[in-house]
């Protein structure tokens, strides 16, 4: 078992920007001293939900000054991005760090986003399905030719190259089954998250598939890997930890539902059905609700021990992405998550 942390960039009133930056790359940075195996920043836009509007930026601020930890992204948006400069991007990034660096990506799911860059939603899939493929070709061939619908390219040579060969692992962020099944039929590892809905059977039936779909194409399962985005925190005692949680997970499911969720009556766009879900969810959501779910593992450390363990059992988790930093929670209560995972946590799931 790998684990790593998510960090949104989130903006919750009364903090500066300037102060939430600053905190969540220090905590970036001392996650390698907690004995953690990555970082995460998740890329966001136009809104108090999150501000990190480049992974790439803000992995590159601990790039240098860390040595060890793998620099994660949760995820890259595609469709917000010229996919030759996420090669170009993330091949610096890789060279920065010695060869660090993990590509997550995904293809939106915020219509405040779209809106904003004024890119029409339901053109995503097929912009990130573009995008992907010249990503990999910009990594791996000499000259890129590439011609589709969005993007054209005739003999591009795209400089840098990454460090890691033949490129950095690939993970998609996967909410509907088809995407799942994407995943394994291109080879790329899976991040999944209970945060969204569903439930631990629906997610343990979908990562049963992607693994269907990856030996189904010539992939090897054991050396893929699936990350589960979690919020996770970890008290010494178990009934003030919940306290403590509880206030930062409410604000983030009610923002994440004001920015996500369609109106009631409203018809989902094609391949966000879940979205329903969310609004639902986010409208009335409750503690136990949320912890029944699996979104939610906060307790004392034997207790986060034991949800982890049967969520790598249920669904075949390899890496936790552990998401603590929500709603401008004190880096205090932060860090003293960190030492008690470092401390009593992972060592019992390595």
């Given amino acids: ?45 136009f809104s108090e939900y999150g501000f990190c509007a480049s992974p790439a930026l803000s992995l590159a601020a601990i790039a240098r000054s860390t040595s ?138 979908r990562v049963a598939r992607y693994r269907e779909a990856l030996e189904e194409n010539g992939h090897d399962p054991a050396a893929h890997e699936v990350g589960a985005l979690v919020m996770t925190y970890t008290g010494e005692d178990h009934e003030r930890a919940r306290k403590e949680f509880a206030d930062p997970v409410i604000w983030y499911f009610r923002t994440f539902g004001k920015y996500v969720a369609p109106k009631v009556g409203q018809k989902p766009i094609e391949g966000y059905e879940w979205y329903t879900q969310i609004r639902d969810l986010a409208s009335v959501v409750e503690w136990e609700q949320l912890v029944s779910h699996g979104a939610v593992i906060c307790g004392e450390p034997d207790y986060v021990t034991e949800r982890i363990a049967e969520i790598k059992e249920q669904i075949g988790v390899d890496h936790l992405l552990g998401w603590t930093r929500l709603g401008g ?18 060592p019992q799931l390595r």
């Fill in 68 to 205: 060890r930890i793998r620099l994660g992204t949760g995820v890259v948006v595609l469709p917000f991005n010229h996919p030759v400069r996420v090669a170009e991007d993330y091949a610096m990034l890789d060279l920065l760090s010695g060869g660090r660096v993990e590509l997550g990506v995904g293809r939106g799911y915020q219509p405040i986003e779209f809106e904003g860059y004024d890119i029409d939603q339901t053109r995503s899939r097929e912009i990130f399905d573009e995008s992907i493929e010249i990503i990999r070709r910009a990594w791996t061939d000499e000259r890129l030719n590439f011609e589709g619908k969005h993007y054209t390219f005739r003999d591009v040579e795209v400089r840098p190259k990454p460090l890691q060969q033949p490129h950095p692992p690939i993970w998609l962020a996967a909410l509907s089954e088809e995407t799942f099944e994407k995943a394994g039929r291109m080879g790329f590892n899976l991040l999944l998250s209970p945060v969204f809905g569903g439930s631990l059977q629906v997610a343990k039936d």
């Fill in 329 to 346: 929670m004190s880096d205090d209560l932060v860090s003293s998550h960190m030492e008690l995972m470092r401390d009593r946590v992972m």
């Fill in 1 to 45: 078992m790998k684990f790593g942390m998510l960090h949104l960039f989130e903006s919750p009133m009364g903090r500066s920007e300037q102060e939430m930056v600053d905190e969540q790359v220090t905590l970036m940075e001392r996650a390698e001293e907690f004995g953690f195996d990555s970082v995460w920043p998740a890329e966001h836009h």
